[in-house]
């Protein structure tokens, strides 16, 4: 049990302003639902432009920035970024800054025919405002924006905390130029605290803090045994064919209860919340009668250990299958890293398994190696008990600390040019957001607290010594 933290002294006044400022949040959140920035090639860039501008406005109307810029950065030498939108306030006398990043790009909306109400028209239906980006993540913008605006109402413009804004043009499309973006910003883009306004909550009554980020390397493994295909018949039974070295080695990678079964791959030794197998079943939608895998808590097995899955294969098709021995197999390996090991350290634990395990004498090769590391928040800097305070606060019950099976590869971008910053990872999502998906919707009432839990997290900053 977390004992509920003491009251901050503007908590009453913030609350009513965010209160009374959430109809013009929610009307400003749906005029940018409104414009289709989609930042994937082939789709139209002017969109992208024009959800930049309409974000700038909103930064500059606040009244508090010295400067509010859009801008673009080189992904390579012959092509450039999406444009992003940055908003600089120096601290004064002595206070910290903080750095509120969200994404201003959306994912495409998919068919239209699978949303009940057009993807790009923000409708609210029960408890929830439904369209592409109501959630992901220009709820992640308009948050932001609305607890400046709470925090401005309630203690005046002429405070001393350094503010920026970071609004990212293509987090959708792999944040291609984020890492030039940054290095050419680094002056103004530097912080005490940076907020990462782009990841979800327990559920829509309780408030998370993303504390852990599994890493993730990914490469192709060819497995090869003949010179050339040879006739089954002839050679079958004493000649190995690569699919049956291929079958082999990659069962090896699992232990008969599906956990991975590689020495050297780590798992981190943490506490997870409840989370039942039922619920699993239910979320991942697994067929009757077929059960989960792996063994620990479930969320350790989700948060803190490996995990590898083979995601495509190249070999004959069904349909062009003749009587041979297959001389060659590729196939896509993707492994997710446990926090606490380097992706570099998982590779080589992963390529010397898969070199010693190759049954007959098969060849193996590895090529395209991809590697993103893995990312835990230090919990015991200050800022994480600042959040989780607030969160409180505004929320009513305490926080929790959540993991991410999957990455946020600008993350570890952010962590490589500011090692100092003190990184939260925060969000408007909820379970049933669909984010990426047909029908993705933002909860109002998440959206009112998540707000008011930036706009005490201001004040709170503005009050440190
Ligand atoms: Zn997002």
Redesign the pocket.
């Known amino acids: 049990m977390t004992e509920t933290p003491q009251s901050h002294p503007l908590l009453a006044e913030l609350r009513e302003s965010v209160q009374s400022g959430l109809p013009s949040a929610i009307s400003d959140l749906g005029r940018l639902v409104r414009i289709p920035s989609v930042s994937w090639d082939g789709f139209d860039p002017a969109h992208v432009a024009a959800s930049a501008n309409e974000v700038r406005a909103l930064l500059e109307a606040l009244g508090v920035f010295d400067s509010v810029v859009v801008s673009t950065a080189p992904i390579d030498a012959e092509r450039t970024g999406q444009p992003a939108v940055l908003a600089t306030r120096a601290a004064r006398n002595g206070k910290p800054t903080i750095l509120l990043y969200a994404?201003h790009d959306v994912q495409p909306p998919g068919q239209d025919a699978d949303w009940e109400s057009s993807p790009f028209e923000p409708t609210v239906r029960g408890d929830r405002l439904y369209g592409r980006g109501a959630a992901?993540?220009k709820a992640?913008v308009m948050a932001h924006v609305a607890a400046i605006r709470a925090f401005v109402d309630v203690v005046g413009t002429d405070f001393d905390l350094g503010l920026v804004a970071f609004i990212e043009g293509e987090?959708?499309f792999g944040s291609r130029s984020f890492a030039n973006f940054i290095v050419q910003h680094r002056e103004d883009l530097a912080a005490d605290v940076i907020v990462v306004a782009?990841s979800d909550n327990w559920d829509t009554e309780t408030p998370s803090l993303t504390v852990g980020l599994r890493g993730n390397v990914t490469f192709k493994l060819t497995v090869s045994t003949l010179e050339h295909a040879s006739h089954s018949g002839m050679f079958g039974g004493a000649a190995p064919d690569a699919m049956l070295a291929m079958i082999r080695l990659l069962a090896s990678l699992h232990a008969e209860d599906g956990s991975v079964a590689v020495a050297g791959l780590t798992s981190r030794d943490a506490t997870t919340p409840d989370y039942s197998e039922e619920r699993l079943t239910e979320e991942a939608a697994l067929l009757d009668g077929v059960r989960p895998i792996g063994h620990g808590p479930v969320l350790s097995r989700l948060w803190d250990q490996p995990a590898i899955t083979i995601t495509g294969i190249d070999a004959p098709s069904v349909v062009n299958a003749s009587n041979t021995l297959v001389p060659s197999v590729t196939v896509k390996v993707s492994a997710r890293i446990a926090p606490g090991q380097t992706a570099d350290d998982a590779y080589r634990a992963l390529e010397s398994h898969l070199t010693a395990h190759a049954p007959f004498g098969a060849h193996v090769e590895i090529s395209d190696v991809d590697r993103g590391n893995p990312f835990l928040v230090d919990t015991t800097g200050w800022a994480v008990a600042e959040a989780k305070d607030a969160m409180h606060q505004a929320w009513g019950r305490a926080a929790v600390e959540t993991g991410i099976g999957g990455s946020i590869p600008f993350i570890s971008d952010l962590v490589t040019v500011f090692p100092e910053a003190q990184i939260l990872i925060t969000g408007v999502e909820d379970p049933d957001s669909r984010?990426h998906s047909p029908n993705e919707s933002l909860h109002l009432g998440v959206f009112h607290r998540a707000i008011l839990t930036e706009a005490v997290l201001l004040a709170k900053l503005e009050g440190r010594e």
Do not use: L, S, T, V
């Open positions: 994404h992901d993540d992640g987090e959708e782009d984010a």
